[in-house]
């Protein structure tokens, strides 16, 4: 009796935590249901998968141009964008794409407490990370990536502990899911392959098999279409925008926006493209994997300086928040804000204390400064019980350990130049896991 009300009294905290993230999502939400606009700050990203989720329910095309222009996309996936248009279809409204990623994240909050041996904890840490809640209000991949990859993980964790051929199945089944939600997750299960094989060498093929049955369509698509065989055109982009820029922009001084338009230049002189190849390289692959030759080339002959971009993309990741973001959200995006923070952290840094405590004083005027420094007080407390949980599970659970570690730093340093806290979104899940197991340990 005592177990199954010990039982009891753990879902019934897993659901009240569930109820929490879902009604802090909707408070979050509130400038996008009142202004629709709010929810496209992500820029260019959002802007386009809106128009491919409209081009799909009203002309049946998969393009981000306005009719009658059409070019077939190269770069971005389908899945998020079939799936918000049926949002439009039925309701012809983002909010309603609002309200299903408020939904979604409730359901991860609830994925999280059925990791093995997860503390009922894990859940409220991600309940109360108001920086993942930020992106449901969003018309970007996060959301829908993040949840995709949970369930993935989840099946996994439960392949490695029983064996089980079945969540070995949907875990391949929803990674190829997530791949087709946004292309950073392409090669995520090599690093599940070893897992696998050593566990059950017969089903490895299988594994890739099912997962590469998810993709084929798109990569069918493409072939047609394209008259070429690809997945996605973005990462021979990122090659030259965010990996061999900021290396260019490092050697010679100059700014990223700057070493981009010389890279494209340079480009465009090697191979003879004209600008329009150059506007549209993401749905032309023939000229897309020139920009990742070129890009390519270029980091291998400047190794250390990349190295240090990588770095640099992959700290990013672990920064707090994007405060312009919130100050765009819940007002008009005050730069100095931005400035002062800066000074701020500069100062410190340098150990500057009294320059500090000035800069402290004027943040502290923004209304946005309570929210900053919540979110730093909750990111220095989350990590740290993170690697406090990550210690404990190593001792426990050395394989597991191992795998985390992994999907982590892929997720990290892939961006390169392009980091920031908002690459950390699909694997926050994976950190609340660990902050979890990090209070728990500490009771021992």
């Known amino acids: 009796m005592s177990g199954c009300s010990v039982n009891l009294s753990r879902r019934h905290k897993i659901l009240l ?9 909707i408070i979050l939400a509130i400038p996008s ?24 329910v009203e002309r049946r095309l998969f ?8 070019k077939p996309e190269g770069a971005r996936t389908p899945f998020y964008p079939l799936t918000i248009s049926l949002f439009y279809r039925i309701f012809e409204d983002r909010r309603a ?21 997860a503390p009922y904890l894990s859940s409220l840490f991600y309940t109360l990370n108001l920086h993942q809640a930020l992106y449901a209000t969003q018309i970007m991949t996060d959301i829908l990536f993040t949840f995709l990859l949970s369930v993935a993980l989840l099946s996994f964790f439960i392949f490695i502990k029983r064996n089980s051929i079945l969540h ?27 897992f696998v094989f050593k566990r059950n060498k017969k089903h490895t093929f299988f594994y890739i098999f099912l997962y590469l049955s998810v993709l084929s369509p798109h990569i069918i698509r493409n072939k047609i279409v394209h008259g070429q065989v690809f997945f996605s055109t973005i990462g021979f982009l990122n090659m030259l925008d965010w990996c061999a820029a900021p290396t260019m922009a490092r050697v010679d001084n100059i700014s990223e926006n700057e070493a981009r338009r010389k890279l494209k230049e340079m480009v465009k002189n090697r191979y003879g493209l004209n600008k329009e190849d150059i506007e549209f390289a993401g749905d032309i692959p023939a000229v897309a994997r020139k920009f990742g030759i070129f890009g390519l080339k270029y980091i291998l002959s400047h190794p250390f300086p990349f190295t240090v971009e990588v770095v640099k993309g992959a700290l990013r990741v672990f920064s707090p928040t994007e405060l312009m973001i919130w ?13 002062r923070k800066g000074s701020l952290l500069k100062n410190l840094f340098k150990g500057e204390f009294k320059k500090t405590a000035e800069d402290v004083r004027m943040f502290l ?33 050395k394989e597991t350990a191992v795998f985390i570690i992994l999907v ?25 896991y660990l902050a979890g197991i990090g209070v728990k340990g500490l009771k021992k």
């Open 168 to 194: 070995l199945y949907l875990s391949s089944f929803f990674s190829g899911l997530g791949s087709l939600t946004r292309p950073i997750g392409l090669l995520l299960p090599v690093i599940f392959l070893p």
């Open 327 to 339: 100050s765009i959200y819940f007002g008009n995006g005050d730069a100095s804000l931005m400035e």
């Open 97 to 117: 794409v609002i309200c299903f990623q408020i939904l979604l994240e409730g359901f991860t909050i609830f994925l999280i407490s059925l990791f093995p041996n």
């Open 33 to 56: 249901f009142k202004n629709p606009e709010k929810s496209l700050l992500c820029g260019s990203d959002s802007i386009q998968y809106e128009s491919l989720a409209k081009n799909l």
């Open 63 to 70: 393009t981000t141009l306005k009719p009658p222009g059409y």
């Open 408 to 432: 982590i730093l892929y997720l990290s340093i892939l961006p390169v130049g392009a980091g920031s806290p908002r690459f950390r979104l699909p694997f926050e899940p994976l950190l609340s």
């Open 365 to 397: 005027k923004s209304p946005f400064a309570v929210l900053f420094f919540y979110l730093l007080l909750f990111f220095a407390i989350y990590y740290i019980l993170s690697i406090k949980g990550l210690r404990v599970l190593f001792k426990q659970e």
């Open 17 to 25: 935590f569930v109820l929490l993230g879902i009604i802090l999502r």
